[in-house]
């Protein structure tokens, strides 16, 4: 017969708290390519692959444009471990069935999911086509980026109403093109290589300037093509892929529309979600932050993480801050990491505001590593 017996808790009690999970950071290095296919269904939508051989296997031929786009995401000496692959779907309207546009497509694939970061279009889209996705990406979130590859003569004459000249007449800053009439799809080069860089590691930050595409010819691989068209393609800030000194096949320059570099776009998005999340987290996981300079203290911790990763990836460093002043930050003074952090006190905080529970405002200022495009040597020579 079986003893009964009464709980020890009364007398030792164990509490076991296993701590929340953080949320799962954006790696913005997924790229969606989407264009005509019946390997994927409408009802899928899109799929993620993680190479070519997969692709293959789930009925993808060697001569699908998308297949061949993604060929170059994968190809690159940088290249991401995964990709997103999304079909057109067939849509109707007012009793009518058409193929939907670029831009719908996106919305749609960004409705079931939102980890993607760039989308290219890999089929036969128009000007008003691009515009439309730009106008579209430019507004949502979680924050995307549109990439495409144009053949427009246009662009390397600098004709009113060339792609390059609208696009940027317009200031989006989360698109960008490039030029090309060696593949329909040349952009989905550096993008892969963008992707396969975002590793997160120590010295990790880049820029798309002076990288190589693999698997792209490069604009005067077989013909001649002008530094005046190189030269008009930049100042409407697109993008093309040349060969400099016989030697080097290059791309230049890596700009959005609205001329910000495509590396601090990538980073500072990967810099507000991170801050966003990680405080997020800090919110959840404690019992509660008390409205006191305790509780500002975590938060300034929280901040001052995410300040240092960017840091650890060379993303920002020491410099000088040449900006207005901020509180008690002055122009000329140096920001010893890259970062200086504020609050303002909160014994000063407004009566309603502490009635709101909210936090006095968090101040961060930023100083960017940058990066060196050109160089100037001057030698003189003396006999």
């Given amino acids: 017969m079986g003893i009964k017996t009464l709980p020890l808790d009364p007398v030792v009690n164990i509490i076991v708290?296993?701590?929340?999970?953080s949320a799962v950071?954006?790696?913005f290095n997924l790229a969606l390519i989407v264009g005509e296919t019946s390997v994927i269904t409408q009802q899928e939508r899109m799929k993620i692959y993680s190479g070519l051989s997969e692709m293959l296997e789930d009925g993808f031929k060697l001569e699908d444009r998308l297949y061949k786009a993604a060929a170059l995401i994968f190809g690159q000496s940088k290249k991401p471990q995964r990709l997103a692959v999304g079909c057109i779907s067939q849509i109707e309207v007012d009793g009518v069935t058409r193929a939907e546009t670029p831009a719908e497509t996106f919305a749609a694939c960004r409705a079931i999911d939102g980890e993607w970061y760039v989308g290219i279009y890999c089929g036969n889209a128009t000007k008003a086509d691009h515009l439309a996705c730009a106008e579209y990406i430019e507004a949502i979130k979680p924050f995307t980026l549109y990439a495409y590859t144009t053949s427009d003569a246009g662009v390397i004459t600098?004709?009113?109403g060339n792609i390059f000249a609208d696009?940027?007449?317009?200031?989006?800053r989360r698109s960008f093109g490039q030029y090309s009439t060696q593949h329909p799809d040349a952009i989905c080069a550096i993008v892969g290589w963008a992707m396969g860089a975002m590793t997160g590691t120590a010295n990790s930050a880049y820029t798309l300037a002076y990288k190589t595409e693999v698997g792209v010819m490069t604009e005067n691989a077989n013909k001649v093509f002008a530094s005046q068209a190189v030269e008009k393609i930049k100042a409407n800030n697109g993008n093309v892929y040349i060969n400099r000194g016989s030697y080097y096949d290059i791309f230049e320059d890596g700009t959005m529309a609205d001329g910000t570099?495509?590396?601090e776009m990538i980073f500072l998005d990967k810099?507000?979600?991170d801050m966003q999340l990680t405080i997020m987290?800090?919110?959840v996981q404690n019992n509660k932050l008390p409205q006191t300079e305790g509780g500002m203290t975590q938060i300034v911790d929280a901040v001052k993480g995410v300040c240092a990763d960017m840091n650890r990836v060379g993303f920002v460093e020491s410099g000088v801050w040449n900006s207005a002043d901020m509180m008690e930050l002055k122009r000329g003074d140096t920001l010893p990491s890259g970062y200086f952090i504020q609050t303002e006190p909160i014994d000063k905080q407004l009566q309603a505001d502490r009635d709101a529970r909210k936090a006095p405002p968090v101040y961060v200022a930023?100083?960017?590593?940058?990066?060196?495009?050109?160089?100037t040597v001057q030698i003189d020579v003396n006999r």
């Fill in 17 to 21: 708290n296993l701590a929340a999970r």
């Fill in 25 to 27: 950071r954006k790696a």
């Fill in 158 to 160: 600098n004709e009113d």
């Fill in 167 to 172: 696009m940027k007449a317009k200031n989006y």
């Fill in 261 to 263: 570099w495509f590396d």
């Fill in 271 to 273: 810099y507000q979600n």
């Fill in 281 to 283: 987290d800090l919110l």
């Fill in 366 to 375: 930023l100083k960017l590593a940058g990066a060196i495009h050109h160089v």
